[in-house]
T-cell receptor, first 116, second 112 residues
Protein backbone atom coordinates (compact mmCIF):
# COMPACT_ATOMS: atom_id res chain seq x y z
CA UNK A 1 0.00 0.00 0.00
CA UNK A 2 1.11 3.54 -0.61
CA UNK A 3 0.87 6.45 1.74
CA UNK A 4 1.61 10.15 1.54
CA UNK A 5 2.10 12.28 4.62
CA UNK A 6 1.98 16.05 4.61
CA UNK A 7 2.68 16.78 8.23
CA UNK A 8 2.13 20.52 7.92
CA UNK A 9 -1.61 21.05 8.10
CA UNK A 10 -1.40 24.83 7.83
CA UNK A 11 1.39 27.31 7.14
CA UNK A 12 1.13 31.07 7.29
CA UNK A 13 3.89 33.40 6.13
CA UNK A 14 4.30 37.01 5.13
CA UNK A 15 4.56 37.86 1.48
CA UNK A 16 8.05 37.58 -0.04
CA UNK A 17 9.15 34.95 2.44
CA UNK A 18 10.33 31.60 1.17
CA UNK A 19 8.28 28.62 2.26
CA UNK A 20 8.78 24.86 1.96
CA UNK A 21 5.97 22.33 1.96
CA UNK A 22 6.98 18.87 3.10
CA UNK A 23 5.88 15.60 1.56
CA UNK A 24 6.97 12.17 2.77
CA UNK A 25 5.77 9.02 1.09
CA UNK A 26 5.74 5.28 1.64
CA UNK A 27 5.67 2.71 -1.13
CA UNK A 28 6.87 -0.80 -1.90
CA UNK A 29 6.95 -0.11 -5.62
CA UNK A 30 10.36 0.27 -7.22
CA UNK A 31 9.14 2.81 -9.73
CA UNK A 32 6.49 5.40 -9.15
CA UNK A 33 5.38 8.90 -9.98
CA UNK A 34 5.11 11.76 -7.53
CA UNK A 35 2.87 14.77 -8.09
CA UNK A 36 2.04 18.14 -6.64
CA UNK A 37 -1.35 19.79 -7.14
CA UNK A 38 -2.55 23.22 -6.11
CA UNK A 39 -6.12 23.94 -4.96
CA UNK A 40 -6.75 27.70 -4.82
CA UNK A 41 -9.73 29.14 -2.91
CA UNK A 42 -11.89 28.77 -6.03
CA UNK A 43 -11.69 25.00 -5.50
CA UNK A 44 -10.26 23.55 -8.70
CA UNK A 45 -7.23 21.26 -8.67
CA UNK A 46 -4.31 22.48 -10.71
CA UNK A 47 -1.51 20.14 -11.73
CA UNK A 48 1.94 21.53 -10.89
CA UNK A 49 4.51 18.81 -11.46
CA UNK A 50 5.11 15.10 -12.01
CA UNK A 51 8.38 13.42 -11.07
CA UNK A 52 9.52 9.90 -11.96
CA UNK A 53 11.19 7.96 -9.17
CA UNK A 54 14.21 7.16 -11.31
CA UNK A 55 14.88 10.84 -11.95
CA UNK A 56 16.20 12.50 -8.81
CA UNK A 57 17.19 15.72 -10.49
CA UNK A 58 15.65 18.70 -8.74
CA UNK A 59 13.43 20.95 -10.77
CA UNK A 60 12.87 24.68 -10.81
CA UNK A 61 10.03 26.50 -12.49
CA UNK A 62 10.07 30.20 -11.84
CA UNK A 63 9.55 30.73 -8.12
CA UNK A 64 8.71 27.06 -7.61
CA UNK A 65 11.25 24.35 -6.96
CA UNK A 66 11.01 20.71 -6.00
CA UNK A 67 13.52 18.64 -4.07
CA UNK A 68 13.17 14.89 -4.56
CA UNK A 69 15.24 12.68 -2.26
CA UNK A 70 14.65 9.00 -2.68
CA UNK A 71 16.90 8.15 0.27
CA UNK A 72 14.51 9.92 2.64
CA UNK A 73 11.31 9.28 0.63
CA UNK A 74 10.63 12.97 0.41
CA UNK A 75 9.42 15.27 -2.33
CA UNK A 76 9.40 18.77 -0.92
CA UNK A 77 8.09 21.87 -2.62
CA UNK A 78 9.58 25.33 -2.11
CA UNK A 79 8.06 28.64 -3.10
CA UNK A 80 10.57 31.45 -3.26
CA UNK A 81 9.51 35.04 -2.67
CA UNK A 82 5.94 34.00 -1.94
CA UNK A 83 3.01 36.03 -3.20
CA UNK A 84 -0.57 36.37 -2.01
CA UNK A 85 -1.71 34.46 -5.11
CA UNK A 86 0.19 31.43 -3.84
CA UNK A 87 -2.36 31.05 -1.07
CA UNK A 88 -3.97 27.66 -1.60
CA UNK A 89 -4.11 24.10 -0.38
CA UNK A 90 -1.29 22.03 -1.84
CA UNK A 91 -1.51 18.29 -2.28
CA UNK A 92 1.27 15.78 -2.81
CA UNK A 93 0.33 12.47 -4.44
CA UNK A 94 1.92 9.19 -5.57
CA UNK A 95 1.09 6.34 -7.92
CA UNK A 96 3.06 3.32 -9.12
CA UNK A 97 4.43 3.02 -12.62
CA UNK A 98 2.86 -0.25 -13.60
CA UNK A 99 0.36 -0.97 -16.32
CA UNK A 100 -3.19 -0.55 -15.15
CA UNK A 101 -2.25 1.29 -11.99
CA UNK A 102 -3.86 4.67 -12.18
CA UNK A 103 -4.92 5.29 -8.62
CA UNK A 104 -3.45 8.44 -7.17
CA UNK A 105 -2.90 8.38 -3.43
CA UNK A 106 -3.07 11.87 -1.99
CA UNK A 107 -1.73 13.38 1.17
CA UNK A 108 -4.06 15.33 3.41
CA UNK A 109 -2.92 18.64 1.99
CA UNK A 110 -1.18 21.71 3.41
CA UNK A 111 -3.11 24.96 3.58
CA UNK A 112 -0.73 27.81 2.75
CA UNK A 113 -1.69 31.36 3.56
CA UNK A 114 0.43 34.23 2.31
CA UNK A 115 -0.28 37.43 4.18
CA UNK A 116 0.35 40.84 2.58
CA UNK B 1 -13.13 26.39 -22.86
CA UNK B 2 -12.25 24.04 -20.04
CA UNK B 3 -10.92 20.62 -21.01
CA UNK B 4 -12.76 18.84 -18.19
CA UNK B 5 -16.19 20.07 -17.19
CA UNK B 6 -18.50 18.99 -14.41
CA UNK B 7 -22.20 19.62 -13.97
CA UNK B 8 -23.71 20.77 -11.75
CA UNK B 9 -21.10 22.83 -9.95
CA UNK B 10 -23.20 23.00 -6.81
CA UNK B 11 -26.10 20.86 -5.69
CA UNK B 12 -28.25 20.61 -2.60
CA UNK B 13 -30.38 17.52 -2.21
CA UNK B 14 -32.28 15.63 0.46
CA UNK B 15 -31.59 12.31 2.07
CA UNK B 16 -32.90 9.43 -0.02
CA UNK B 17 -32.89 11.28 -3.33
CA UNK B 18 -31.13 9.96 -6.39
CA UNK B 19 -28.63 12.33 -7.87
CA UNK B 20 -26.31 12.24 -10.86
CA UNK B 21 -23.10 14.17 -11.35
CA UNK B 22 -21.81 14.46 -14.87
CA UNK B 23 -18.34 14.84 -16.30
CA UNK B 24 -17.31 15.61 -19.85
CA UNK B 25 -13.86 16.03 -21.34
CA UNK B 26 -12.41 17.28 -24.58
CA UNK B 27 -8.85 16.14 -23.93
CA UNK B 28 -9.31 12.92 -25.88
CA UNK B 29 -8.21 10.86 -22.89
CA UNK B 30 -9.43 7.31 -22.52
CA UNK B 31 -9.24 7.12 -18.74
CA UNK B 32 -11.63 8.86 -16.38
CA UNK B 33 -11.98 8.96 -12.60
CA UNK B 34 -14.26 10.11 -9.82
CA UNK B 35 -12.85 11.30 -6.50
CA UNK B 36 -14.36 12.84 -3.43
CA UNK B 37 -12.65 15.34 -1.19
CA UNK B 38 -13.42 15.69 2.49
CA UNK B 39 -11.73 18.16 4.83
CA UNK B 40 -8.52 16.72 6.26
CA UNK B 41 -8.72 13.55 4.18
CA UNK B 42 -7.36 14.64 0.82
CA UNK B 43 -8.95 13.01 -2.22
CA UNK B 44 -10.18 9.44 -2.32
CA UNK B 45 -10.95 7.42 -5.42
CA UNK B 46 -14.56 6.30 -5.92
CA UNK B 47 -14.53 4.72 -9.40
CA UNK B 48 -12.36 4.73 -12.47
CA UNK B 49 -12.72 3.68 -16.07
CA UNK B 50 -9.97 2.84 -18.55
CA UNK B 51 -12.34 2.82 -21.50
CA UNK B 52 -16.05 2.63 -22.26
CA UNK B 53 -16.24 -1.09 -21.46
CA UNK B 54 -14.02 -0.99 -18.40
CA UNK B 55 -15.31 0.17 -14.99
CA UNK B 56 -13.45 -0.38 -11.74
CA UNK B 57 -14.24 0.29 -8.10
CA UNK B 58 -12.00 2.56 -6.12
CA UNK B 59 -11.45 2.60 -2.40
CA UNK B 60 -14.84 4.08 -1.43
CA UNK B 61 -17.36 2.87 -4.02
CA UNK B 62 -20.16 1.85 -1.63
CA UNK B 63 -23.26 3.96 -2.18
CA UNK B 64 -22.13 5.10 -5.63
CA UNK B 65 -22.48 3.86 -9.19
CA UNK B 66 -21.06 5.10 -12.47
CA UNK B 67 -21.80 5.05 -16.16
CA UNK B 68 -19.35 5.58 -19.00
CA UNK B 69 -21.67 6.67 -21.77
CA UNK B 70 -18.91 7.51 -24.21
CA UNK B 71 -15.17 8.06 -24.17
CA UNK B 72 -15.77 11.67 -23.25
CA UNK B 73 -18.49 11.22 -20.61
CA UNK B 74 -18.42 9.62 -17.19
CA UNK B 75 -21.31 10.02 -14.75
CA UNK B 76 -21.44 9.38 -11.03
CA UNK B 77 -24.73 8.48 -9.36
CA UNK B 78 -25.77 8.44 -5.75
CA UNK B 79 -28.69 6.04 -5.72
CA UNK B 80 -30.01 7.16 -2.34
CA UNK B 81 -28.09 10.12 -1.02
CA UNK B 82 -27.12 10.29 2.65
CA UNK B 83 -25.66 13.21 4.63
CA UNK B 84 -22.18 11.72 4.89
CA UNK B 85 -21.94 11.91 1.12
CA UNK B 86 -21.74 15.66 1.47
CA UNK B 87 -18.39 16.47 -0.12
CA UNK B 88 -16.57 18.04 -3.03
CA UNK B 89 -16.53 15.67 -6.00
CA UNK B 90 -13.89 15.76 -8.70
CA UNK B 91 -13.73 14.14 -12.08
CA UNK B 92 -10.30 13.56 -13.62
CA UNK B 93 -8.92 12.26 -16.91
CA UNK B 94 -5.66 10.80 -18.13
CA UNK B 95 -4.31 8.56 -20.83
CA UNK B 96 -1.54 6.03 -21.07
CA UNK B 97 0.80 8.46 -22.76
CA UNK B 98 0.23 11.46 -20.55
CA UNK B 99 0.48 9.69 -17.17
CA UNK B 100 -0.89 12.74 -15.39
CA UNK B 101 -4.47 13.13 -14.17
CA UNK B 102 -6.16 16.41 -14.97
CA UNK B 103 -9.07 17.45 -12.82
CA UNK B 104 -12.37 19.16 -13.48
CA UNK B 105 -13.53 22.16 -11.43
CA UNK B 106 -15.39 20.06 -8.88
CA UNK B 107 -19.01 19.70 -7.77
CA UNK B 108 -20.01 20.75 -4.27
CA UNK B 109 -22.74 18.43 -3.01
CA UNK B 110 -24.73 19.00 0.15
CA UNK B 111 -27.06 16.26 1.33
CA UNK B 112 -29.56 17.43 3.93
Amino acid sequence: AQKVTQAQTEISVVEKEDVTLDCVYETRDTTYYLFWYKQPPSGELVFLIRRNSFDEQNEISGRYSWNFQKSTSSFNFTITASQVVDSAVYFCAIRPVIQGAQKLVFGQGTRLTINP
Amino acid sequence: DADVTQTPRNRITKTGKRIMLECSQTKGHDRMYWYRQDPGLGLRLIYYSFDVKDINKGEISDGYSVSRQAQAKFSLSLESAIPNQTALYFCATSDERVETQYFGPGTRLLVL
